[in-house]
């Protein structure tokens, strides 16, 4: 009897590829596997912010007012002055290709969790949510006011980074858009996010 | 001269036709002082006739039972946000009442921009989530559902555990119980609030997205509704499991009374028919069950009544309301 050695070889490269991050970690440790790419990603994003709030310093105060027409003025201005200090932005920036593969696992876990768990928050995701159709995939371009937002479930924001107050999670069908509330701006996007 | 006599008696036929149909279905304790008046309208922002439509009724009540403030459930604005989308959904449908000084506290849909928290009329203060205390022992919750990431639940859990044994009213756009077909209950939002509802004794939970009214079985000793018509309605959508009471063949909006343990309420179609009411006993916080403990009893309902009165449903001028003032800024996340 024969036996051949190949289905064996192959899964235990599978297996060694679905764990890298799992296999260096010492025995016990509780150390996050993801942490540097979850430190890269935030400082990416504070960055982000940080330029934002220095650019616009010059824009109209984004203020309460009893004038909505002055929050769509702010919104603007901020919006034009960031486009300025980051014309060479471009897809791929923030959600760089490895950052992308931990929000897609991440995701991928939230999303096949049981006791349907996993499918509620699918659910909650795309009901009501906006088609790809009406929202532009295009670093900086503006959210359109048209489109709902997302809804993006709790558990979901939890398992994410942590993003700055005025940064958010959005998702356009199977897309993530990161969102800057306070300018009404796409920041960046990854594509086929979700299953 | 016989035409004047006529088009008199004409006005004054309209006016009493009117007024009774009101005094009919008023039936809510309505007492002149000591109470809170409230009324409640959920996705209401569409600029369309059906939203003056219904404004128009919400406006006329009031002559009668004078509201002091509205909560509204989110989705204030459909499609665009510019001046002119505020001026047609908001300022022109609700001018009479906001021109009485009444005051609307928002929470955000999934049809709105986070910056509607800068609308000094939605009184949200600059913040997405936020609190306000308009009499003593009384205290409200506004949560932006479509976004609970961990400092919003974080503030949530502070400010309920300093609110001590006040009544503790929560609202919010996305009903965590649900019955509707289109939407039904979101189960993630119920996970994460409902632990926080259950220890440090919420009573109320309001919640609009589904485009009918629903009164639903007190869940674990809480009451839930969920007012989304108030411009948009969605026939056949509800009833199930969790119905106590539901109306989905017209817009509503809900008129409520808090008088000491007891919260009245009242839901007032486009018809001016009211297709529900009931009054809910507050329980103390000691009172009420751990989650694994029953239920507890269903609001009591009360019928409309057959009769015009002029005893509980007397007309108070606009003028004299005062809004409540917040008496707790919100804290920052």
């Known amino acids: 009897m024969k036996y051949s050695l190949r289905p064996y070889i192959v899964a235990g490269c599978l297996l060694m590829a679905c764990a890298p991050a799992a296999a260096q970690m010492p025995k016990g440790s509780n150390v996050n596997p993801d942490a540097g790419l979850v430190a890269e990603f935030t400082k990416k994003v504070n960055a982000y912010v940080k330029l934002r709030n220095g650019v616009t310093g010059f824009a109209p105060d984004l203020k309460r007012t009893e004038k909505p027409g002055e929050i769509a003025v702010a919104e603007k201005s901020m919006a034009q002055m960031v486009r300025g200090a980051r014309a060479d932005a471009k897809r791929g920036d923030i959600f760089t290709p490895a950052t992308q593969a931990m929000f897609r696992r991440v995701l991928l876990s939230q999303l096949t969790k049981g006791g349907g768990e996993g499918a509620d928050n699918k659910a909650i995701i795309k009901d009501d949510a906006p088609e790809p159709k009406d929202v532009p995939f295009k670093v900086n371009a503006d959210y359109p006011k048209e489109a709902p937002l997302s809804t993006v479930p709790p558990d979901v924001l939890l398992a994410l980074p942590k993003l700055p107050e005025d940064v958010q999670y959005r998702f356009v069908g199977k897309h993530l858009l990161l969102y800057d509330a306070k300018a009404n701006l796409i920041i960046d996007f990854m594509l086929n996010a979700i299953p | ?333």
């Open chain 2, 1 to 333: 001269m016989w035409t004047s006599r006529r088009s008199l008696a004409v006005i004054t036929l309209a006016a009493a036709l009117s007024a009774s149909a009101f005094a009919q279905d008023l039936t809510l304790p309505n007492k002149p002082t000591g109470t809170l008046k409230f009324a409640v309208i959920g996705d209401s922002g569409t600029g369309d006739s059906n939203q003056y439509k219904l404004a128009k009724v919400f406006t006329d009540i009031r002559q009668r039972f004078p509201y002091e403030f509205v909560l509204m459930m989110g989705d204030n604005m459909y499609g665009g946000e510019s001046a002119r989308d505020f001026q047609k959904k908001f300022e022109t449908p609700y001018k009479a009442v906001l021109d009485q000084g009444v005051k609307f506290y928002a929470s955000l849909g999934n049809h709105d921009s986070t910056n509607q928290k800068m609308y000094k009329p939605f009184n949200m203060n600059g913040e997405r989530f936020y609190t306000f205390k308009p009499k003593d022992g009384i205290r409200f919750f506004a949560l932006d559902s479509n976004y609970m990431d961990r400092p919003q639940l974080q503030w949530f859990e502070k400010e309920l555990a300093a609110s001590g044994s006040d009544w503790k009213i929560v609202f919010f756009h996305h009903p965590i119980y649900s019955s509707g077909g289109a939407h039904g209950s979101d189960t993630a939002l119920r996970d994460q609030l409902e632990p926080l509802f259950l220890k440090y004794g919420v009573d109320v939970v309001m919640a609009g997205h589904e485009h009918f009214y629903e009164r639903l079985k007190p869940q674990k000793g809480i009451h839930y509704f969920t007012s989304g018509g108030a411009g948009k309605v969605r026939k056949g959508d509800v009833g199930g499991e969790f119905t106590e009471k539901a109306f989905d063949q017209g817009f509503h909006f809900m008129i409520l009374e808090i008088d000491g343990d007891q919260m009245h309420f009242q839901v007032v179609s486009d018809q001016s028919k009211t297709v529900d009411s009931g009054i809910i006993a507050r329980r103390r916080v000691e009172d009420k069950p751990a989650p694994s403990q029953p239920a507890a009893p269903p609001a009591k309902p009360v019928p409309p009544k057959d009769k015009p009165t002029t005893t509980t449903a007397k007309p108070a001028p606009p003028s004299t309301a005062k809004p409540p003032a917040p008496t707790a800024k919100p804290a920052a996340p």
